[in-house]
């Protein structure tokens, strides 16, 4: 089967036709289906117009070429409808899942998280994927008749999964989550059952491996536009060895910025080719009926064969310390992490400096749900706000260059 080709929906797609539905129930649209309606929703919020100006790897300011939050979601959703095209599977769903899977990472990307989480270490601490599901089903606020976007359950389900079941059946968090649930899980789970004890639906599972995907290609691309590594740096990572060897044959005169270019272009086909094959093996052994067959399994349907998950890992290893532990990626993140604790720390002694709707609402809260709605602000925040308010409060504001 040629990857492009149109497959007919597959018995374990999820069908838009009987969705679980939504929390609050609506007139069905004239012209788009559930899971249309999902993605509509998600691009028109406004969490997803901030994700212009959220760090991905570099700060905004940095240079024009380098991928946003936004870009990075992107890039990840046009993998995940590939994918979902070549399965079979529901592309509209995919697409959703994938634009909407960072809407909670806060300024400064995992830095922004970190420090986050230690402002809030007494009351349960800060998760990206549970703040996700706060800003979808309660901190947009554009109908009248709910708070939130009002998602189907397929969605909500997929975006708290993003990395795969939380709990055993007894309801017992395993994995990252062995030491507790993120409350904001808990509290929503016990209003819509998400079943956090069985895997998401295939739709779900190509959108998280479309992620991945994404970052192996974009971090090198950004990596190498950056001076931090060159191509014959990662020319001895064996999969990138590969590609560029091919290339060398079939183009030896190629200068470095279309070298760089056409081997991204060729790794993301190669791991899109090998998800598709390894997915459609595991599937045809599983032979499920039904979206819930697939939620059942015992494992992922979707991923990469043995030597690609090995190939990825390769790459990682060497993203890892060459780029997201570079020396001057960890001074600006850590100048980034200070601003959001600044930040922090001010609000909290000085709730009247906050934005009026925001502070009634942390002076209405007490204790774990006053230092919540704090973080709910900053978590919205892109990098050129925080850094505003932070020059607005502090008489020195990191340049983080």
């Known amino acids: 089967m040629a990857i492009e080709a149109l497959r007919a929906r597959e018995p374990y797609a999820s069908n838009p036709g009987r969705s679980r539905g939504r929390l609050w129930p609506e007139a069905a649209s ?33 240079g024009d070429h380098f991928r946003t939050r936004l870009t990075h979601t992107l890039e990840v959703a046009q993998i995940a409808r590939s994918l979902a095209r070549a399965l079979g599977l529901d592309e509209d769903l995919a697409e959703a899942l994938a634009l909407a899977h960072d809407l909670g990472h806060p300024p400064f990307g995992h830095a922004g998280e970190r420090a986050l989480d230690r402002c809030l270490l007494s009351c349960g601490g800060f998760d990206h994927n549970a703040q996700t599901l706060r800003v979808v089903t309660l901190l947009e606020r554009r109908y009248g008749a709910f708070n939130g976007l009002n998602l189907t359950w397929e969605t909500l389900e997929g975006l708290v999964k993003h990395n795969g079941p939380l709990t ?15 409350d904001a899980i808990v509290r929503y789970d016990r209003t819509q059952d998400l079943q956090l004890w069985s895997f998401s639906g295939a739709e779900a599972q190509v959108a998280a491996i479309a992620d991945d995907i994404a970052y192996d290609a974009h971090d090198i691309d950004d990596g190498l536009r950056a001076g931090l590594f060159g191509l014959d740096d990662i020319a001895g990572i064996p999969l990138t060895h590969e590609i560029l060897d091919q290339l060398k044959k079939l183009q030896p005169a190629l200068d470095e910025a279309r070298t760089a270019h056409e081997l991204v272009r060729r790794l993301i086909t190669r791991l899109i080719e090998d998800v598709v094959s390894e997915t459609d093996r595991r599937l045809a052994a599983l032979a499920p009926a039904s979206a819930d067959d697939v939620r059942q399994a015992g494992g992922a349907v979707a991923g990469f064969s043995a030597a690609i998950a090995e190939a ?9 310390p060459r780029m997201y532990r570079h020396q001057r990626i960890s001074r600006i993140m850590a100048d980034a992490e200070g601003v959001v604790r600044a930040l922090f720390e001010h609000y909290c002694a000085v ?26 602000f900053i978590a919205g ?3 050129r706000y925080a850094l505003s308010e932070h020059a607005r409060f502090f008489k020195a504001t990191p340049e983080l260059r």
């Open 168 to 182: 055993d059946r007894r309801g017992q968090p395993i994995g990252r989550y062995e030491r507790g649930l993120p």
């Open 30 to 62: 004239l012209t788009r289906n559930a899971f249309r309606r999902d993605c509509d929703r998600i691009i028109h919020a406004a969490a997803f117009r901030r994700l212009a100006h959220k760090t991905q790897v570099f700060v905004f300011h940095e």
């Open 312 to 320: 990825d890992g390769a790459i990682k290893g060497f993203l890892y």
């Open 351 to 376: 709730l009247e400096d906050m934005p009026p709707e925001w502070a009634r609402g942390a002076e209405a809260g007490e204790g774990v749900g006053r230092l919540r709605r704090i973080a709910d």
């Open 381 to 383: 925040m892109t990098d």
